[in-house]
């Protein structure tokens, strides 16, 4: 057995405990590679069934279009079901990454809206496709992560997985966040895509698109919404994603890596962080394990 079969077979393994254990699970979708690789294994565990459990995606109604249009090419396959939230309290109050900083709009668009879905639909367990080799504080989650009733995660109070046994109990009320890709690192991920020919968005691969530079970051002009500082140009370079999320607050980086072998020989010789141009994660010294006390992803 290969290393990415022993991933692929612990990840498949995690998805069917969670089926069994829960009443209402859900796979969170982001429409990134971690989620498509999710989505495959998802797939994988249950076939030639269909999937026991909807996709969800909290739109934040501020993704690439490319994104947008890759996830409704997902429902339209009709194998799974995908349900879509917005928090429309935050579209009344006009709540934007341009206006009100990433700050606010994360935690209007994305955390108070995951709470309200995860609310509406009574979701018990929500598989999300966070990774230990992300972000420091996703180095503190357990596979299964409790979390309280009001959604808030205490990284002193997570329960011990030894020998991969796993504790699902949970109270009224009370719910879990899953972690099947936990081990996988961002290489791992791109092996796995390659080999099972899994589809991504195209914001992965490069070619010239309209970027503005600005405070460290190249942001991708991706529609008339996005408005120039003084003194700022839009330029033609050539670029792509190592993740995506709300454009305005994700920097792309210079790459002429246009296929998949040569972004994995660009990832192997890189020595920057997958997230260096998620703006979300620079706006506070701890800022993505207070966002996850508080009931973000």
């Not at 460290?216 to 670029?239: C, H, I, P, Q």
């Not at 790459?255 to 962080?273: G, H, K, P, V, Y």
Request: charged share 30%.
């Amino acid at each position: 057995m290969s290393y990415l079969d022993a991933l692929e077979a612990e990840s498949i393994h995690i998805f069917r405990e969670t089926a069994a254990a829960f009443e209402r699970p859900v796979m969170l979708y982001s429409i990134g590679k971690d989620s498509s690789v999710l989505l495959h294994l998802l797939r994988k565990a249950f076939y030639p069934a269909r999937p026991p459990m909807p996709l969800l995606h909290v739109d934040t109604t501020w993704k690439f279009r490319e994104m947008i249009a890759f996830r409704d090419e997902v429902a339209a396959a009709g194998d799974v079901e995908v349900l879509v939230h917005i928090n429309e309290e935050g579209v009344r109050q006009g709540i934007s990454p341009l206006t009100h900083g990433s700050a606010v709009h994360t935690d209007v668009m994305k955390t108070v809206a995951l709470k309200q879905a995860l609310d509406h639909y009574r979701f018990d367990a929500a598989i999300g496709g966070a990774r230990r080799d992300e972000e420091k504080s996703r180095a503190k989650e357990r596979v299964f992560s409790f979390r309280n009733a009001q959604h808030r995660w205490d990284p002193k109070q997570q329960r011990p997985e030894l020998w991969h046994t796993y504790n699902t109990q949970i109270h009224q009320g009370e719910s879990v966040r899953v972690f099947p890709l936990s081990n996988w690192t961002e290489m791992d991920v791109w092996h796995y895509i390659q080999r099972e020919r899994i589809p991504v968005v195209p914001l992965y691969f490069a070619k010239p698109r309209p970027v503005v530079a600005r405070d460290g970051a190249l942001l991708m002009v991706d529609d008339d919404r996005f408005t120039l500082r003084e003194g700022e140009k839009v330029e033609m370079r050539s670029v792509r994603f190592r993740t995506l999320g709300c454009y305005p607050l994700t920097g792309a980086v210079e790459s002429t890596a246009a296929t998949l072998d040569q972004i994995i020989d660009e990832m192997a010789a890189s020595r920057s962080s997958e997230r260096q141009g998620r703006v979300i994660d620079n706006d506070g010294s701890a800022s993505m394990e207070r966002k996850k006390q508080e009931g973000y992803f």
